[in-house]
């Protein structure tokens, strides 16, 4: 508790756009963030008034910032699941807690666990050997693929923005792939029509709180758009998939935010990731629900009442800003250009440094029509990462 305001302290491992974006809705409601950052110039770094510097890999780091927080929890996945136990052991509140998380950490655990709960997922296996990669794609031969490739093949652990995953079209791409060490699962390509991301919050006493479903649209591996709602989701498969999320989140003991990604396939809903924090598929509820995700998480980890999860537009669209090739205006310049042509453009900047192809930032337009939405806020991101419209 912060002896100044009465108010408690949540301190949160990692210093990324996550943790900023959690510092700011933090200060709405009286606090200030804790964060544990490897770097002053990490994103959070640059706007929290309590920041750490170690690394998440560290007990004895996790340790003295741990002191004096009413909760500690998390902007990415990779604390080891031994020194989350370690602390919840010493009475910390650490949430997720290692027993959820590890579903988040690693794959093969997933889908292990995800098969045996009943949840719809592709057909998976793990595999150490290329013979049984092609032994797995054998067993998918049918009439869209008489020989079952390609398939697709996942690193275990630390894949994220399309890392760590690879389409293998043969045999011989299948060797090249195991000759590397990773350790893997395969799983076959789902013939889908688009992807989907529904978030969940969970309390410790046990209240959930879910999102209207979203459409994530990948390129390269990187989300680059989300639309809310899903534009011509059955309101049957929304629900559907919305209490999938909800089951999973009670069944797996999260607490905190709980993303669930999705393959639509046109039928049905397959399960293909999951993420135990703040999301990418969620930016767009700062402005566009009623309550956003950063706060629903703080909310979730100090076990305080839900927050309302309805939209505040009938269509909203968030884009990511990538960063683009150097030279040209600089951002400042484009940002005056944008507010200029499109005064409604809600604009958040990470404070990172550009590079191509790097999330720098993320732009949000609500409104009434998606497809108007969706352009607005296509090209507002596109100014932002070229300086052209």
């Not at 302290?9 to 996550?18: A, D, H, K, N």
């Not at 910390?92 to 093969?108: E, F, H, M, T, W």
């Not at 293998?168 to 889908?192: H, K, M, Q, S």
């Not at 600089?330 to 604009?347: C, K, Q």
Request: aromatic content about 4%; glycine content about 10%.
């Amino acid at each position: 508790m912060d002896t100044r305001t009465g108010l408690p302290v949540v301190g949160m491992v990692g210093g990324g756009q996550l943790a900023r974006m959690t510092h700011q809705a933090a200060i709405a409601l009286g606090q200030s963030l804790r964060v544990l950052a490897e770097s002053p110039d990490d994103s959070a770094s640059l706007v929290a008034a309590d920041v750490h510097i170690g690394t998440h890999t560290d007990l004895a780091a996790l340790r003295e910032f741990a002191k004096g927080c009413d909760a500690v929890t998390f902007d990415h996945e990779h604390v080891p699941t031994a020194h989350i136990a370690a602390l919840a052991a010493e009475g910390v509140k650490i949430y997720p807690g290692a027993n959820a998380i590890l579903y988040a950490q690693d794959k093969r655990q997933m889908r292990e666990r995800l098969s045996a709960l009943g949840a719809p997922v592709p057909r998976w296996r793990p595999v150490t050997t290329a013979a049984e990669i092609a032994d797995f794609a054998a067993g998918l031969a049918g009439a869209d693929s008489p020989a079952g490739w390609p398939v697709v093949a996942k690193a275990v652990r630390g894949g994220y923005d399309g890392r760590g995953v690879w389409m293998l079209d043969d045999l011989a791409a299948a060797e090249a792939l195991v000759a590397t060490g990773t350790e893997l699962i395969v799983e076959e390509r789902v013939p889908l029509r688009r992807e989907l991301a529904v978030l969940v919050a969970r309390s410790p006493f046990g209240q959930v709180a879910a999102y209207p479903v979203v459409e994530t649209v990948q390129r390269d591996g990187i989300c680059v758009e989300v639309l809310a709602p899903a534009p011509d989701l059955p309101e049957a498969l929304a629900v559907g998939a919305q209490q999938l999320a909800i089951d999973l989140a009670n069944a797996l003991g999260v607490v905190g935010l709980l993303a669930v990604e999705l393959f639509d396939t046109g039928t049905g809903v397959l399960v293909n990731e999951l993420a135990m924090r703040p999301h990418n598929s969620g930016h767009w509820t700062i402005e566009g629900a009623r309550t956003s995700q950063f706060e629903q998480h703080l909310r979730a980890v100090l076990d305080y009442p839900m927050g309302e999860t309805s939209l505040a537009a009938p269509a909203v669209v968030m884009a990511n800003v990538l960063g683009g090739e150097p030279g040209g205006m600089s951002i400042d310049e484009r940002l005056h250009h944008l507010f200029a042509a499109d005064p409604g453009a809600r604009v958040h900047l990470y404070g990172k440094q550009v590079r191509p192809g790097r999330k720098i930032g993320h732009v949000t337009v609500l409104g009434d029509d998606m497809a108007q939405v969706r352009v607005r806020a296509v090209r507002a991101a596109r100014w932002l990462q070229e300086g052209r419209q």
